[in-house]
């Protein structure tokens, strides 16, 4: 493997206000004698590094800051605290629809997202294989995202994802709502991204599938890395939480 960082972490840390008192409202806030928001720190002090060729799984339990961790990677947060480093370029889709535009069309999306990698809205070949390998209707593409299940909103973002030739693969649950069908070719084709020698984070509640795809992994608890390095291990300490 290429010793390359394309991911550094150092001391990152995350917090959001939250408004944790049902406060909707100016009439609702100025009846209240306390600021109703509180800063709540999600991810504290994350430090960890991704080589090239990588694939690093991300575990946790439900609300533990994987999705979070992922938006931070992606740009879309800024931390509090702490410096990070990403020197590879990735698909700006993470969670099942995140990142696609729910007004317009599966068509609309693959044209946007393709100029948004720097490739022609012509690029016929690329769109091609978006279609062919969601495997989504003509009559569907057409359709607004807003209105697709969670299983095609899926099909579309992954196959969207692997259409272009970033360096870091991102894939966040988006197994888990697919059909049978879809999930064993979404993992072959993970495979063939891999041999290619991609970098891949995986966010999965699967460690059976997360030991397939990946080299490594973390374990989040509370915003926390509470245990980080081989796969096979990491899922254990995540399988021994329950
Ligand atoms: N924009 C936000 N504002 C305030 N709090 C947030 C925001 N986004 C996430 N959180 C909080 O951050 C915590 C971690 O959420 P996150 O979505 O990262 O968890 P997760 O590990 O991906 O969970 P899951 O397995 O359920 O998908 C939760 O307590 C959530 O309420």
Redesign the pocket.
Known sequence: MNTENLISFDNVTVS???NNMGVHSIKDLVSHRKNPFTN?T?LKNISFDVKRGECMGIL??????????LRTIAGLIKPQEGTMTINGTFAPILAIGAGLELELSGYENMNLLLSLYGKSRKDTNAIQSIVEFSELSDEVLRMPTKRYSSGMLARLAFSISVANDSDILIID?ILAVGDQGFQVKCMEKIYQVKAEGKTILF?S?FPDDVVKICDTAIL?EN?VISHRGDAKIICEQYKSLF
């Open positions: 959001f206000w939250q709540k999600i946790g339990r439900n609300g533990s800051g994987k999705s979070t961790l649950e966010v509640h989040l915003g």
